[in-house]
């Protein structure tokens, strides 16, 4: 069973940073791809940005310019450096692997940005 833990979320004020990394506990990591997903209040769950096995780069249009996904295969890890956060990105954020019909998912972590 694949385990996907987040981490780095937290409070922010508008302007500032932060960056979210998931380690993933799974063989060959290197083989899935990646996302992040936020889901804010009242909201549905939407894409951030992806990241391929074979390093292939997406992101929401609303983050483009201010997020940037990023993936370690040596460590397991992906990351999301989130800057110029607005109060609009307060959401939990989720870590997503998949590869196939496979897809699982880590537990979230809240990020708020207010003043």
């Known amino acids: 069973q694949v385990q996907l833990v987040e981490s780095g979320g937290g409070l922010v004020q508008p302007g500032g940073s932060l960056r979210l990394s998931c380690a993933a506990s799974?063989?060959?990591?290197?083989?899935?791809?990646m996302g992040w997903y936020r889901q804010g209040p009242g909201k549905q769950r939407e894409l951030v940005a992806s990241?391929?096995?074979?390093?292939?780069?997406n992101y929401a249009d609303s983050v483009k310019g201010r997020f940037t996904i990023s993936r370690d295969n040596a460590k397991n890890t992906v990351y999301l450096q989130m800057d110029s956060l607005k109060p609009e990105d307060t959401a939990v954020y989720y870590c997503?692997?998949?590869?196939?019909?496979?897809?699982?998912w880590g537990q979230g972590t809240q990020v708020t940005v207010s003043s």
């Open positions: 997503n692997l998949r590869r196939s019909a496979y897809n699982s």
């Open positions: 799974v063989a060959a990591f290197s083989i899935f791809d």
């Open positions: 990241i391929t096995s074979g390093g292939s780069i």
